[in-house]
Structures are given as structure tokens and as C-alpha cells.
Nanobody, 115 residues
Framework: QVQLVESGGGLVQPGGSLTLSCAASKTIFSNSVMNWYRQAPGKQREFVAGITITNSPNYADSVKGRFTISRDNAKNTVYLQMNSLKPEDTAVYYC?????????WGQGTQVTVSS
């Protein structure tokens, strides 16, 4: 069974920072583009950031300059460093591992930005 285990969500004030982590099995991690998506209440799930096997990142316009995605191949873990958080960043954040053959999701971690 494929497992993507997310951690690091929580409550943070506007302007604050959080780092999300997502650990995967070695086989999945080493062959997948790793992505972060988010879903706010009443909205569709949306792409946040992704990183290829060769460490090429890609970001949604709404988070460019504030979020940084990275991957640690030794730990089979992808990170999402989130800075300058805004209330509109509040959502459940999901880790995703994708290739042309599969598309796996984590269980999600809640991020709430509020004063």
C-alpha cells in the first residue's frame, strides 16, 4: 500500500511561516514528481507547487516568492516551506506523487492562517 505521510500543519498568524513535510517510500519517491496541492472550504483542490526528480520546481502564481518546495532524496521526503502566510492560504494541504502510471495522495494536513 502506497503511503504518503504529511506533517507540519497547524495554526499560524498572518505573516508567519510553516514547513510541511511529506515522506514516501523510496520506490515511489525516486520515480515521482512530487507535488503539493491545497483545498480550501467550498473550493476545488488546486496546485500549489511541484518538484521534478531533477529538482526543477514549479509554483502557482499565488505562492511564488513566498513558498519554496524542496526534496531530500536521502530521506525520501518533500518539503514545502511557507513564508509570509496569508489568511487565504488557509486550506488542507495534500502531498501528491505522480508519474504517467500513477497518482498517489496523502491524507492531508490542515493549515490555518488567522490572528
Amino acid at each position: 500500500q502506497v503511503q504518503l505521510v504529511e506533517s507540519g500543519g497547524g495554526l499560524v498568524q498572518p505573516g508567519g511561516s510553516l514547513t510541511l513535510s511529506c515522506a514516501a517510500s523510496k520506490t515511489i519517491f525516486s520515480n515521482s514528481v512530487m507535488n503539493w496541492y491545497r483545498q480550501a472550504p467550498g473550493k476545488q483542490r488546486e496546485f500549489v507547487a511541484g518538484i521534478t526528480i531533477t529538482n526543477s520546481p514549479n509554483y502557482a502564481d499565488s505562492v511564488k516568492g513566498r513558498f519554496t518546495i524542496s526534496r531530500d532524496n536521502a530521506k525520501n521526503t518533500v518539503y514545502l516551506q511557507m513564508n509570509s502566510l496569508k489568511p487565504e492560504d488557509t486550506a488542507v494541504y495534500y502531498c501528491n506523487a505522480a508519474t504517467i502510471f500513477y497518482n498517489y495522495w496523502g491524507q492531508g494536513t490542515q493549515v490555518t492562517v488567522s490572528s
